[in-house]
């Protein structure tokens, strides 16, 4: 086979695991996160809009199942015995040692014999060589426009606004997202924190569960049910009236779960009606004599939980098991927001 004409090194990366990487970025490419090993911990952040993942999604998806499955090889190399030296145009770049091989996820695929006398591969390097995937990054798609999420509108009582991406084009948490709705979800009388917030909670705030003083960080499904509320009611700003409730010690407010809301426009009648019927796992609780619905996640399995609390502001809680064109009967069943 014959060799390719020698390359200009001035004009190449040198050789090392990440080259892969700062090569894409010089052209401007776009990486994310690679799904196929998933974390646990980070289950939730990448489907927001599932609350546990089943068993087969988790074999299909982890880093035994299907997806796992290359069958075509992939470029490898051994770090550690690879060094790549400066040479005149003329010249072509000569790795010192056993450096270069393909291989394939289950067994070695032998090269041309130009090739392994140019390169010098062993059948060790073939078992040994960690594949480009170190950093557990891949190119990231392209997103088409129908699939592009629109920047939500936030509002609080007080005035104060924002407006951000909830999630990706994937269904993941969008960057940032999580940061900033905490934010306008604290309560009353908490001072502003700067964005972003801190990598990890506040040693003086971790007593509390909180982040920082007075900002808890909500639960990511709280994202995708905002996601959905703004997809069924587009160009709408949402108020949001209460998050996180630190007295709420027995309520999901307590726990960063739940958010008291109402869309700009839109009558609560339509938005408890959206809330019952469309989102699973996801507790919506009506007030006929306050401005809000109430909207909380709820674990796997739960339905569709509802209430009606015919209460006045700053009055207990009264529960009913009806409400004319809204409930025929059953909001008893479902005990409250508790």
Not at 215 to 242: D, N
């Amino acid at each position: 086979m014959p060799l390719p004409e020698p390359l200009a090194l001035d004009a190449l990366l040198p050789l090392s695991p990440t080259a892969w990487l700062l090569g894409g970025i010089e052209h401007d490419r776009r990486y994310e996160l690679d799904e196929r090993p998933r974390l646990g911990l980070l289950e939730r952040y990448l489907s927001p809009g599932t609350e546990r993942v089943p068993a087969w999604r988790r074999y299909f998806q982890g880093r035994f199942g299907v997806r796992s499955w290359a069958p075509w090889p992939r470029l490898a190399w051994n770090p550690t015995s690879c060094e790549v030296t400066r040479a005149s145009p003329t010249q072509a770049f000569a790795p010192r040692g056993p450096a270069l091989s393909l291989s394939s996820p289950g067994a070695a695929i032998p090269l041309p014999a130009a090739l392994m006398e140019l390169l010098s591969a062993t059948p060790a390097d073939l078992v040994t060589a960690p594949e480009p995937e170190l950093l557990g990054v891949t190119r990231a798609r392209r997103c088409p426009p129908w699939k592009r999420a629109r920047p939500v509108t936030f509002a609080r009582y007080d005035g104060e606004s924002d407006r951000f991406k909830l999630l990706r084009c994937d269904g993941s948490i969008a960057p940032g997202a999580l940061d900033r709705l905490s934010v306008i979800a604290r309560p009353p009388g908490v001072p502003r924190p700067a964005l972003p917030l801190p990598l990890e909670p506040a040693p003086s705030s971790r007593t509390a569960g909180e982040w920082v003083p007075g900002v808890k960080m909500l639960h990511p499904r709280l994202l995708w049910v905002l996601q959905r509320i703004a997809a069924a009611f587009p160009w709408r700003t949402i108020y949001v009236v209460s998050g996180y409730r630190r007295e709420a010690a027995t309520s999901y407010h307590d726990k960063g779960h739940a958010i008291d809301l109402f869309v700009r426009g839109v009558p609560n009648k339509s938005l408890f009606r959206f809330c019952h019927d469309k989102l699973h796992d996801v507790g919506c609780g009506y007030y006929p004599n306050h401005r809000f619905v109430h909207v909380d996640v709820r674990p796997f399995g739960t339905g569709h939980p509802m209430w009606v609390d015919v209460s006045n502001p700053g009055a207990p809680s009264h529960y009913v098991d009806s409400w004319p064109g809204l409930v025929e009967s059953g909001a008893l069943v479902q005990g409250g927001e508790q």
